[in-house]
């Protein structure tokens, strides 16, 4: 058992209400599996991954290990002209792990990061080719790609927007999210893929020769569990294609698991030009982000300069050696005990669970794909994400922690999640649900 701070002032939480959390703290303590421990030793059920991060559960020894060994042996190398083995081989291993030809990987210290220099290596890879006048950039509302300037311009969240500065031409497309037309659909939902042709009037309207990128989430995680329709991908990925617009994938989320595959990509078998990732690179426990891109976007760039530093882009952290360690020890953990195959195994069970909460008053619509869903609620009279915020809460007090963005409750646990613990999940929520007013 811990003793919390009694001081909390000194701590500016993000994405908190400060003031209120500070008036009535949930802290965690320790973590071990399936669990997190309050300070005080109480059980709390992982139905977050914390953070979609954890999906391999939490404490693994093996990846404990690998990060303390690291440390006594290397604690840190820049990579900046220099390099370290540990990065070179985690770089091999997650581009073997990639679909298609995306062979090269630029390591960066989040999601956040690594979506900034996606977008750098978009405008990058234009310029090389001989097209500088690329440089507009097509996002989607409700999207989320992390708090650089970059994110927030291609993201969609308004809250995430407002108030920064963002970058200039950007375009966005509708989000595919429709109560009307599917709400309660079990996996992709049949309507929506016609908005994917949004892109090719947006290509007509600006020119296909002024966009360097569009960048999507395959499945939209923070902005409430948003599945792709059947169809949508594959009709952005003709698109882009044809018109010469890089494909960026944003699976911060989706990847290593999440949906029953090592990426979306791979599973809905649609190859973008870059796939970005981080939180279940490192099973969380290490910051770490990634860019994985195609041969001919990374060979143009590199190929098209003269000699010297090919892209003036980097971190300090940029394949830090506790991450490129924690990496390779958390992808040993994922083929060894097979949790991709078994999220896909596991998410008929989980689809069944999270469709029995259907029939409660208040829920408006059930999202779901791989072992990730969207429970949505209707918002109390004018107090919107009221109704969610008092759920989340109430799960804590009761010992399972769901993740809120407004009125949808969001569910992501980690892949070593058991049949009764799903259930154990589910039945506190449908309590709660059902208490809540």
Not at 86 to 105: C, H, Q, S, Y
Not at 172 to 184: D, G, I, Q, Y
Not at 293 to 322: K, Q
């Amino acid at each position: 058992m811990q003793n919390g701070p009694t001081d909390l002032s000194a701590f500016w939480m993000p994405f908190t209400a400060n003031r209120d959390f500070k008036q009535s703290p949930r802290q965690l303590g320790s973590a071990e599996g399936m669990h997190y421990y309050t300070p005080e030793g109480r059980p709390v059920l992982d139905g977050t991954a914390g953070l979609w991060c954890v999906n391999a559960g939490h404490g693994r020894r093996a990846i404990v290990d690998a990060i303390s060994e690291q440390a006594a042996t290397l604690d840190y190398a820049p990579t900046f002209q220099l390099g370290h083995p540990k990065v070179f081989e985690l770089a091999t291993r997650l581009a073997d792990l990639l679909p298609g030809d995306i062979n090269k990987v630029f390591f960066a210290g989040s999601g956040s990061e690594a979506v900034d220099t996606a977008l750098k290596i978009a405008l990058s890879y234009h310029r090389a080719n001989g097209q500088p006048e690329r440089t507009r950039f097509v996002g989607r509302q409700r999207g989320y790609h992390g708090v650089g300037f970059g994110g927030i311009s291609v993201g969609g969240l308004e809250n995430n927007r407002r108030g920064f500065s963002l970058l200039p031409g950007v375009d966005h497309l509708s989000h595919t999210h429709s109560l009307e037309h599917a709400a309660f659909t079990r996996g992709q939902p049949d309507w929506g893929a016609h908005l994917a042709d949004e892109l090719e009037a947006l290509i007509t309207r600006r020119g296909a020769g002024t966009i360097a990128a569009v960048i999507v989430e395959p499945l939209a995680g923070s902005t409430g569990v948003l599945v792709p329709p059947v169809g949508y991908l594959e009709r952005l990925r003709a698109i882009s294609e044809r018109h010469g617009v890089l494909l960026i994938f944003d699976e911060v989320i989706t990847g290593f698991g999440r949906l029953g595959a090592a990426t979306a990509a791979a599973l809905f078998d649609v190859i973008p030009d870059m796939l970005v990732c981080a939180k279940g690179l490192t099973n969380g426990a290490v910051p770490m982000g990634a860019v994985g891109v195609r041969d001919f976007v990374h060979d143009m760039i590199v190929d098209a300069s003269a000699g010297g530093i090919e892209f003036f882009h980097g971190y300090t952290y940029s394949g830090h050696p506790l991450a490129a360690a924690a990496g390779l020890a958390t992808l040993n953990i994922y083929a060894e005990e097979g949790l991709f195959q078994r999220a896909g195994d596991l998410a008929p069970l989980w689809q069944e669970q999270v469709h029995r909460l259907g029939k409660l008053a208040n829920v408006i619509d059930i999202r779901n794909l791989g072992l990730v869903a969207g429970i949505e609620l209707s918002a109390r009279t004018g107090a919107p994400g009221a109704r969610g915020t008092a759920v989340f809460q109430a799960c804590f007090d009761r010992g399972v922690l769901v993740r809120v963005t407004g009125d949808t409750i969001a569910l992501s646990p980690p892949l070593t999640v058991s049949p009764d613990q799903i259930a154990q999940m589910l039945d506190c929520v449908a309590d709660v649900i059902h208490q809540t007013q």
